[in-house]
């Protein structure tokens, strides 16, 4: 299998060491222009380039955050390629969800949503069928998970003083925009369930949190829903739990399997 993967952070670093491992060839690092030498220090001699172009990997793995799907998420979908995201906050904006949409749809392109960070979202998904009354996300992390987000305008991260203290009160659909490194899992939530207006996000820091927390309580014909994780940091990057980077390494994998969930 061939692919290309979009960024050279953490989670592509991980994503692309697992897959080479798994037997996958890595064909192609996207980058911005300006940074190849960056993600050539990231990759060794991968060849890097700044656009899809007429590469024909089997698949392409966003992994560089809202900026990265929709640099190049039109032309991957447009060439007729499948892309595995995990920048699912960036959908909240509906003209880039309307055309990335329709390039998939006039150029045979899948857009694949990862789960990232979070789980529940199969049942989430089917109780969407028969009609949700509520769906609530609370995201806790540590401190220093929040930083460079807008917790920074509101909280003082470095002195909480034990106390957790919420940062955002409102619907997936700000907290999307507002937390694009963070608010992912608010986004894959709204989208299994009652949309990005409807869904409810509340986001915390805690001191006392070992683990990025991702809790979902749903209510609906089906029943009720509660699910909680406590994922584990990815090495690198502590705003980032490494079952993001687990999830897109399953979404590609999954892909070679003639048996699939
Ligand atoms: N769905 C989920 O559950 C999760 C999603 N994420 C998303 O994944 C992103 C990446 O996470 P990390 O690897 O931990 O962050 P990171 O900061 O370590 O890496 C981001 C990489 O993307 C590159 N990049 C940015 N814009 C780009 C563009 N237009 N084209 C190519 N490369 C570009 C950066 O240079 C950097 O190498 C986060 O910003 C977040 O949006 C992160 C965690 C969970
Ligand atoms: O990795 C996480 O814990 C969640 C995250 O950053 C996101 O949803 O963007």
């Given at each position: 299998m061939q692919v290309a993967i979009i960024g050279y952070g953490a989670i592509a670093a991980y994503v692309g060491r697992a897959l080479e491992s798994e037997g996958a060839q890595l064909s192609m690092i996207l980058a911005r222009a300006g940074r190849e030498d960056a993600a050539a220090s990231v990759f060794g001699d991968v060849p890097v380039a700044t656009g899809i172009g007429d590469a024909r990997p089997d698949v392409v793995v966003d992994c560089a955050g809202h900026g990265g799907l929709s640099a190049h998420g039109l032309a991957i979908l447009g060439n007729g390629l499948p892309l595995v995201t995990l920048?699912?906050?960036?959908?909240?904006d509906a003209d880039l969800h309307a055309r990335l949409t329709q390039a998939a749809r006039e150029g045979g392109g899948v857009l694949h949503l990862c789960s990232g960070a979070i789980g529940g979202l199969d049942a989430l998904r089917a109780a969407a069928i028969g009609g949700l009354d509520s769906v609530t996300y609370v995201g806790r992390k540590p401190p220093q998970g929040w930083?460079?987000?807008?917790a920074e305008k509101v909280l003082d991260l470095g002195a909480l003083d034990g106390r957790a203290a919420v940062h955002f009160d409102g619907s997936a659909r700000d907290a999307a925009r507002l937390y694009p490194k963070n608010a992912n899992v608010a986004a894959a939530v709204a989208l299994a369930g009652i949309g990005f207006d409807a869904t409810a996000v509340t986001l915390i820091a805690d001191p006392e949190a070992t683990a990025n927390i991702h809790e979902i309580h749903a209510k609906g014909a089906f029943g009720e829903l509660s699910f909680r994780i406590e994922g584990q940091a990815l090495e690198g990057n502590?705003?980032?739990?490494?079952l993001a980077a687990m999830s897109a390494v399953r979404a590609v994998l999954d892909r070679r399997d003639v048996m699939r969930f």
């Open positions: 920048s699912l906050g960036a959908l909240a930083v460079g987000s807008p502590p705003r980032s739990s490494a």
